[in-house]
């Protein structure tokens, strides 16, 4: 049986701008077929089971020809595999995404084409130049700048100057100074506004602004790398102006996301809203513990308890898990009154149709033990993790109010991209580090090993968890509050009182 390829435009680069029938195909994808310019944000949404062929140029090794690209495609879908070719951009715009399906028709193998939002777009947007506009110009063309291995550019120099459009030229820094040259002795104006846009939609993204008869010298003393966009037309002048990306508070920032991975979302997400690069490293992962006895037992019983809490969303999945394995639901709870310790588990419950009937004003275990041991009015069911603060059941303790506390998820450390993570941290790449647990603190530093932690600031949603990474040598900064939106509101005011790198 054969299977299916699905060409997929990942974009430019910021991981926001995948549409939605993208990510759907490469959520579904057995085989992930990928070039370097995809973001590792994007690759990151791969199924964890899926095989990754990485097609496109790194370090020390070539590109892989074209043709073994489309063989590859072809032999996957022959294996009945569905199949996700990912490609920066959009795969027909100079994507050769037409060259790839010409094999796959030709073996009557079935596909379909997932178009991406073009860099030619969407970069100059991200610099603060719109393409066209009423008072600068009525058209947009699109040119290539790379011309075939062993030819020279094919370009009607001419004609686009007659035009008077936005010009738009992609993979073409090489050439840049081919193309300034064909333009000006077409005729076109030497002062015509001009800009280049280097890494567009990252937070890496620079842009040069100058002129016709200027932009190849500014790209040369600015050393400008591919991949990068050049535009020429009156409105590039609007750049500074429009300029709304490199205004971003984060911008250019490099924040490390250590949340586990079905969690890191939400944090990661504002945080390049605000324009930082996020390095998302989950290095620690919770799994249920299965099968758990205690908790059945207890769950069976449920009516001896006046109270059930949670320490975090992992203990509210656990107990929901198990449920769903005993063909039960949310009625299995009887009229037991729930606790969590914030409201991220709140969320957590909300998500099933429940909502915690107490959240203390902090969002630690302190206070959840002490605010629990004043409202309790008979025993107290605690699920949480296999290895767990004591602060929560001594505050029970000094209540006189009795509990069973029974583990049911244990936290496994993590080190997947630890390499790369350990070179920046030694180059001073790295701004802040997040940590939203002494959990996390712990698999950060198990999986970087041994290392100077003192070059780094760890923002902290509380004061168990900056004194775990006190222990560690990472100088720290604490949350008001233990909530994503105040951790944020402290990066914020970090990088402003330290000024930008």
Not at 449 to 459: A, K, R, V, W
Not at 488 to 493: A, F, G, H, P, T
Request: with cysteine; hydrophobic share 45%; proline share 6%.
């Amino acid at each position: 049986m054969k299977g299916m390829v699905t060409l997929v435009g990942a974009g430019p680069g910021d991981p926001g701008l995948l549409t939605l029938k993208g990510r759907e195909a490469l959520e579904r994808a057995q085989v992930v077929v990928y070039d370097r310019l995809v973001s590792p944000a994007i690759l990151a949404l791969m199924p964890p089971g899926a095989e990754q062929i990485n097609v496109g140029k790194e370090a020390s090794r070539h590109p892989v020809p074209q043709e073994e690209i489309n063989r590859i495609l072809l032999d996957k879908a022959l294996e009945g595999k569905r199949v996700v070719r990912l490609k920066g951009g959009d795969p027909f715009l100079f994507g050769r995404g037409g060259e790839e399906l010409e094999l796959l028709a030709r073996h009557a193998v079935p596909f379909e084409e997932v178009p991406g939002i073009p860099s030619a777009i969407a970069v100059p947007a991200y610099g603060g130049i719109p393409v066209t506009h009423r008072d600068f110009t009525s058209s947009l063309h699109i040119v290539t700048g790379h011309a075939r291995a062993g030819k020279a550019l094919d370009i009607d120099f001419e004609a686009l100057v007659r035009t008077g459009g936005t010009l738009v030229f992609l993979m073409g820094v090489a050439s840049l100074p081919e193309l300034c040259a064909g333009l000006l002795a077409a005729g076109m104006d030497p002062d015509t506004p001009a800009a280049l846009v280097e890494r567009g939609t990252t937070p890496a993204q620079r842009r040069l602004s100058g002129t016709l008869s200027t932009l190849a010298g500014l790209a040369e003393e600015g050393r400008v790398e591919s991949p990068a966009v050049s535009i020429f037309g009156p409105v590039c002048a609007l750049a500074e102006e429009f300029d709304w990306f490199d205004a971003l508070p984060l911008k250019g920032r490099r924040v490390v996301v250590t949340r586990p991975k079905e969690r890191t979302g939400t944090l990661a997400r504002r945080l390049r809203d605000l324009g930082a690069d996020v390095f998302e490293y989950p290095c620690i992962r919770t799994q249920p513990i299965w099968p758990c006895p205690a908790m059945e037992r207890a769950v069976e019983e449920i009516d001896a308890y006046a109270w059930l809490a949670f320490t975090s969303p992992a203990g509210v999945e656990a107990l929901w898990s198990m449920l769903e394995r005993q063909n039960r639901d949310a009625r299995a709870l009887g009229k037991v009154k729930l606790a969590a310790i914030g409201p991220g588990t709140d969320r957590a419950l909300r998500a099933h149709g429940l909502r915690a009937d107490y959240l203390p004003e902090v969002y630690d275990a302190a206070h959840l033990g002490a605010g629990l041991a004043a409202l309790a009015r008979g025993r107290v069911l605690l699920l949480r993790a296999e290895i767990a603060s004591r602060d929560l059941t001594e505050a029970l303790e000094q209540g006189g109010v009795p509990y069973d506390d029974i583990p049911c998820y244990a936290t496994v450390y993590e080190s997947a991209h630890a390499e790369a993570l350990r070179a920046l941290a030694r180059s001073g790449g790295l701004d802040l580090v997040t940590f939203t647990s002494a959990s996390t603190v712990k698999g950060f530093v198990s999986s970087l090993g041994e290392m100077d932690f003192s070059g780094l600031t760890g923002i902290c949603i509380g004061a168990q968890t900056a004194a775990e990474a006190a222990r560690h040598g990472i100088p720290t900064v604490v949350a008001e509050e233990a909530a994503i939106d105040a951790m944020l509101k402290c990066i914020m005011k970090e990088v402003s009182g330290h000024g930008t790198h």
